[in-house]
């Protein structure tokens, strides 16, 4: 006979404001299974608790159903206390007085009948609760993070100085990512190159670090503890084991190629590294422009090496890592300013983007540091920064706001001051937003000693008028029309997600929002795990993110991947999805439908009039399953079931309606 | 349950998804929005748990209406769970036509656990839908046999 306790809490006047708790109390005891009824003023306090454990105690009760508060909140609690006198955690139900129940309505008798009816749900479901079991899992103590920009590299720098293997992939032939390619960064003016490089020389000589630059995460599968990784790392073309980094192969090679790194504005060899102070330090071959791989002829770099390190015959290497954990931090690119025709769309050489400016006014760009017109390489007398390009205009380009325009807008301002002290700024704006440490004062001093003027209003237009360019252009604060003849214009280009975001995302199994940035678990409390365990997000790819809040977020997941690797085992999740193999006739309708691919088969043998006869079944990866349902759904036969949501329990309810 | 005429109050259950739409329905609760009491809620991990037998076993023991609620499409805490609910709501819809119950009577909704407001206005119209379609009388034992139209047997994909 089972032997169900119900516990009425009056939450204060939460729920005894609106629902008679002793007419419920009363009702709950005429339930034939109900063994023992009582009401709390607070269940959930100790007091409350304990007159649940003495309650299991005296009245020899098997389950219990707590009428409280919404089981989002206090659910575990009650498991606890259950589980502290004996009872399995999952031999109980909670009733949702006060949030769907007492909060909502206002007449008495109604609410009081409700919350009858929910009593008797509860009771009705958990007579069909069983005890559910969780089971152990080996973890991998092995990270990976998948991106070498300043996310991962803190990421990766966390975990490694925690006493985690950590195995960092970067795309291409250097870490470093979008930080870089900045000259310097605000609000502080810090140069980002000597911030960045300490990092990534760290990052290069860390014994726990194992470094693969050139190479692209294939596939991942597995769970939380035991991702399997799948990565390609391209053919370098040059022997890094022998290779010395002298950079006589880089000098020689005739051929030109634009370079990524110079964001259009400077160009690169085809054996080549990313940026001077790249690691790691050695070269790599571009087959698509290298002579060699085109037409077979040319050589040079094999010629002048003199470390014998070129190797032409090198291929592709399928690697497949075994991890714990993973950490995506793979950034994000700029909006494409050729989506605006009135501002040139790409036409204009004078009109570059924030990115470019960046270059030009970096001492290792292609102009050493000197801001010069990428036309006529004239130093310009007026210069027009126009920001929220892309940002905040549905009609051309994403509706959010991208974070950082506005403030390295003001910085490139302060820079043009340091490189072009006669230069005249001009900044339009739609608002101003330097909500950041430091950054409003920042934002003034742009405007107090750099001397840049703010006009707050789009720009219209954009054309060339000899050899100028002409700015149409609203001052909305006094409401006139102007035009103004500039040298060169620097467009804010806003942060979007990168391009094949998605892909990566259906690869990870991770979720992704509306402008295909990745999506954290919970926006206000779990803001850098993903839908899936065990895959944290660092950075941008998330959402826009200035330096310092990227690199709170990559030490963020650093501390999630270390309390996962704090423990041998994991223990798994208990609501998951069984088979009855009895009943399962190998249909695997379940399978198609598992977003977690939880689902495998198994053979069955049996011994039929003395012959072996194999059956085909389902089988559940308890380690795997979400625990979601969607195979129970879609079983013809029922054999598939959910622990906690099972076909009985929800039956169950429906039957007491 | 109970079903005389002259008291009737619609009664509703709503089957909603644990992410999103029953912590929307707790959201409506902590804002203190005020709807009408005639929602049961049964929880379910996921939309897409929700197996079509629920909802008939549910209209059989004297539901007036049936809502299933899930996070909206994309936001899936399990990624695709509400994309299979939408594919076989199309299903169950013809499925009640066949059956001779007013499709109106079983919804489908995205209501996301930040639109306690979205619950409030779903639960309310739905329980106005109800009361203006009466009782449900879709009991076993009633012994009516529905018979599909001539004209709707083959929209039915029913050969006579």
Redesign the interface.
Known sequence: MKRVGVFVCHCGSNIAGTVDCAAVVAAARRIPAVAYAEDNKYTCSEVGQEQIRKAVQTHNLDRVVVAACSPRMHEATFRKTIASVGLNPYMLEIANLREQCSWVHSDRQAATAKAIDLVRLAVAKVLYNKPLFTSTLPVKKRAVVIGGGIAGIQAALDIAEAGHPVTLIERSQSIGGRMAQLDKTFPTLDCSSCILMPRMVDVGAHPMIDLMTYSEVEEVDGFIGNFRVKVRQRAKSVDHSKCTGCGECTEKCPTQVPAEFEAGLGERKAIYTDFPQAVPNKPVIDRDHCRYFLDGKCGICRKVCQADAIDYTQTDRQVEIEAGAIVVATGFDLFDPAKYGEYGGGRYPDVITGLQFERLISASGPTNGEIRRPSDGRVPETIAFIKCVGSRDEAHGVPYCSRVCCMYTAKQAMLVKEHAKDSKVYIFYIDVRAAGKGYEEFYQRAQTDAGATYVRGRVAKIFPRGEKLVLWAEDTLIGKQLELEVDLVVLATGIVAREGAVEFAQKMGISYDGHRFYSEAHPKLRPVDTNVDGIFLAGACQGPKDIPDTVAQASAAAVKVCSIFSKEELETNAMVATVDENICAGCFHCRAVCPSGAIDSKILHAWVAGQDVTRRVATVNSGVCQGCGSCAAACPSGAMNVGGFSNEQILGEVEAL | ?NKSKRDWEP?L?GFLC?WCS??G??L???S????P?NM???????S????P??IL??LQ???DGVLVAGCHP????????NY?TRR?FQVIKRLLTFLGVDPRRVMASWISAAEGGKY?QVVTEFVETIRELGPCDFRPTNGQIFVPAADERTDLGVVS
């Open positions: 349950m009664r259950v644990n029953y912590a329905a707790d409506a609760g902590t203190r929005m005020q709807y009491p049961r809620v049964i929880r379910v991990p996921c897409s748990r929700v197996r037998e629920f076993r549910a023991k004297g539901a994309g936001d899936c805490h399990y990624t695709t769970g299979y076989r409030q």
